[in-house]
Structure formats: C-alpha cells, structure tokens
C-alpha cells in the first residue's frame, strides 16, 4: 500500500493538510517500507489565501493523493478529511510535531504482519480491488 505523509523535514510528522507543501510517500508491506518520490505542492497554501484559491488546491490534492491507502498529518481540516474519506483514502493524524515518520512506517509494517485492525483492513481492501480492475482492465 501506499503511505502519504505530510513533512517540512522528511523525518517528523509536522504538516497541516491544507498548508503542507510536501508530502513523504512510502510504498509498505509486511516485509517492509520503500521510499518513492515525495509529492511537492505549490502555490499560496496558507490560511489567508483566498477561499476559491484554497479549494482549487484542497482539490489538486486531493487529487495528487488517490492512489494513497493512508495519509498521515499533523493536522487535518473536516472538510479536506471528508473529501479523503469519500475518496477511500483514510485520514490519519500524528500524535504531536515530533512523531516520526519512521516509526509510523515500523509499526505499520509490524500491523500489517499481524492482524491489522478493521479500519486497515478496509483501507488494504480498496487496495486489493484497484489492483483487481486494473488487471481486469489488462484481459
């Protein structure tokens, strides 16, 4: 699955969802974690933006972020979870600025060699299903 993590350093947790300008991104299994190349965002993110400029870009990433099982923030506005949810990409928060990335990914990959929670295994079953269509697509 793929793991999303919005970061100003790549090491701790610590962007808002709305303002991050870059995200972390992480392909995990039960064998372990790779890094692939970090998502970037541009343009005015910050609270004062205008209200469409700010849903414009809640949208682009939104969008970016589709093929995301989890995505992991620091904080995270109802709306912009709401449209992640809707989406099937679920929401996580950290538990404070200094969590790090890296012990959210050992701990996914100990999860996911146990018995993950239902709400992970929910989130690995739109994993599972993209997969199927897009070999479904290939016959």
Same mark, same amino acid.
């Given at each position: #699955?793929?793991?999303?993590? @919005? %970061?100003?350093? &790549?090491?701790?947790? !610590?962007?808002? &969802?709305? =303002?991050?300008?870059? #995200?972390?991104?992480?392909? $995990?299994? !039960?064998?372990?974690?790779? @890094?692939?190349?970090?998502?970037? &965002?541009?343009?005015? /993110?910050?609270? !004062?933006?205008?209200?469409?400029?700010?849903?414009?870009?809640?949208?682009?990433?939104?969008? @970016?972020?589709?093929?995301?099982?989890?995505?992991? $923030?620091?904080?995270?506005?109802?709306?912009?979870?709401?449209?992640?949810?809707?989406?099937?990409?679920?929401? #996580?928060? *950290?538990?404070?600025?200094?969590? %790090?990335?890296?012990?959210?990914?050992?701990?996914? $990959?100990?999860?996911?060699?146990?018995?993950?929670?239902?709400?992970?295994?929910?989130? /690995?079953?739109?994993? *599972?299903?993209?997969?199927?269509? =897009?070999?479904?697509?290939?016959?």
């Amino acid at each position: #699955m793929k793991v999303a993590f @919005a %970061t100003t350093d &790549f090491i701790h947790i !610590d962007g808002h &969802f709305g =303002s991050t300008k870059q #995200m972390a991104l992480y392909e $995990v299994n !039960d064998t372990g974690y790779q @890094a692939l190349k970090p998502m970037t &965002f541009g343009g005015n /993110l910050e609270q !004062d933006a205008s209200k469409q400029d700010k849903l414009e870009k809640l949208h682009a990433k939104v969008a @970016a972020l589709l093929d995301c099982t989890i995505v992991y $923030v620091l904080e995270i506005g109802g709306p912009a979870a709401g449209r992640l949810i809707n989406k099937k990409v679920t929401p #996580m928060k *950290s538990t404070s600025a200094e969590q %790090t990335i890296a012990e959210v990914l050992d701990k996914l $990959v100990q999860t996911l060699k146990g018995n993950p929670p239902p709400w992970l295994r929910k989130a /690995l079953q739109k994993t *599972s299903e993209s997969d199927l269509e =897009s070999v479904l697509e290939e016959v």
